[in-house]
Every structure is written in C-alpha cells, then in structure tokens.
C-alpha cells in the first residue's frame, strides 16, 4: 500500500504560469480534500471530494480548480499561478464522509511562485 | 463556525520532562477533536482522536488528551519527552455539516533538548 501519493515533490513556477499538482491514493478511499500549510496558519482547506465526480469548495478556493473523475485520483489546477499561493500543499483522504474519520496525508508539494 | 487555538507556537522541554500543549475549542456542537503530528518534510500523522465515548484519550507514542467541556480544552499531554517527539503538533476540529472537513489550528513546534 502506498497511500497517499503527491507528485511532484517541489516545483517552481513564473507568475501566470499554470501546472496540476496530482494526488492518488490506492486506499478506496471516499473522501479526498486538498490542503495548503503556511507558516503561522496552520493548514487551510481548498477544496474536497466526497466521491467520484463530486467536488466543494473549502476556505480558501480561489484560483485553484479540482476535479474527481475516478475514485483513487485528485488533482489540483492552479490556473494562473501568484505569488501568493506560494506554500506547501498537502493531500489527503479519509475512507468515509463521516466527520470522526482519520484523515490520511501525502508528504506534500512545495510550491515557490517567483 | 467550529474553531481551535493553540497557545504557543514554539514550546522547549528536556528530554524526560513532562509535554503539556494546550488547544482550546470553539463549537457550537459538540465538537470531535483530533491530535495530528508532523514530522519534517512529511505529512500529518493521526495520533488520537475525541469522539465523545471517553474524555481521556490515549493515542499513539505515550501521548494522551483530556477533553475537559467547562474549559473547552483538548490538552495533549506525555509523561516523558523522548528525542524523537521533536515535531510540529496541530490540533483540529470537525465541522459536524459533514464532508469530514477539519480546522486546523496554527500548530505547536515542540524541540525536546537534552
């Protein structure tokens, strides 16, 4: 079992640009969210799946997009990359929608917007 | 809107010594709480959770929480600092809408020192 499976590790964009940050897990599991972590924050939810095809935003959605066509994949688009969104963002699952369910953790992408 | 604070950003004990970090909880609801660690360049780790079937909580690695609903607090604690707690701890609530959405607080880096 792998789990959850971020790629890339690190990467680093121009203003403007525009990239997907994949997420898989080999789990089954039903609920998949993405997080971004910045220093003094905490972590911020952006957007969550709780199934194949369906798709809410979290606190901080703007700029990002996401899609769930299948069960095990769920990426996140940044559509015209800022500064701003420069910081560390996590991926994580849960095997169910019901709000006691652990969630799961990739190791994260480190982003850095020049 | 379900909420947590945690006091402290940086806390400092000797190994053996007692860990004490503090998060209280704003909630309209009943709240289930969590107890998340992060090692570095890694993901978050699940090391207990509250559900309501008992205040005193214990997880993994020695550590336990008491949630205490007078206080609105949800403490970890540990008897012993071993060297290798040394890592960043968040503590997070759930929203009860659904979606299994948590709230992170701003963490807590723990340095365990000889």
């Known amino acids: 079992n792998a789990g959850v499976t971020q790629t890339p590790k690190f990467q680093v964009l121009k203003t403007g640009q525009s990239m997907t940050l994949q997420c898989a897990q080999d789990m089954n599991h039903e609920y998949m969210s993405w997080y971004r972590q910045d220093p003094g924050m905490g972590l911020r939810l952006i957007h969550y799946s709780v199934g194949a095809g369906i798709t809410d935003q979290g606190e901080v959605p703007n700029g990002y997009n996401v899609s769930r066509s299948t069960t095990e994949d769920f990426p996140l688009r940044l559509l015209s990359a800022a500064p701003s969104q420069t910081s560390v963002y996590f991926c994580?699952?849960?095997?169910?929608?019901?709000?006691?369910?652990?969630?799961?953790f990739g190791n994260g992408t480190r982003l850095t917007v020049t | 809107a379900q909420s947590v604070t945690q006091l402290g950003s940086h806390v400092s004990v000797s190994e053996g010594a007692l860990v004490l970090l503090r998060c209280n909880y704003s909630?309209?609801?009943?709240?289930?709480l969590f107890w998340y660690v992060q090692y570095p360049n890694q993901g978050l780790q699940l090391l207990l959770k509250?559900?309501?079937?008992?205040?005193l909580v214990k997880g993994i690695n020695g550590f336990e929480a008491e949630f205490k609903k007078s206080e609105t607090s949800f403490h970890l604690t540990k008897p012993s600092a071993h060297m290798s707690d040394a890592a960043e701890y968040f503590c997070a609530v759930s929203d009860p809408g659904g979606g299994n959405k948590l709230t992170f607080g701003t963490g807590t880096q723990l340095k365990v020192e000889l």
């Open positions: 509250y559900t309501s079937a008992a205040t």
């Open positions: 994580a699952s849960s095997y169910s929608t019901e709000y006691n369910s652990p969630l799961h």
């Open positions: 909630s309209s609801v009943p709240p289930y």
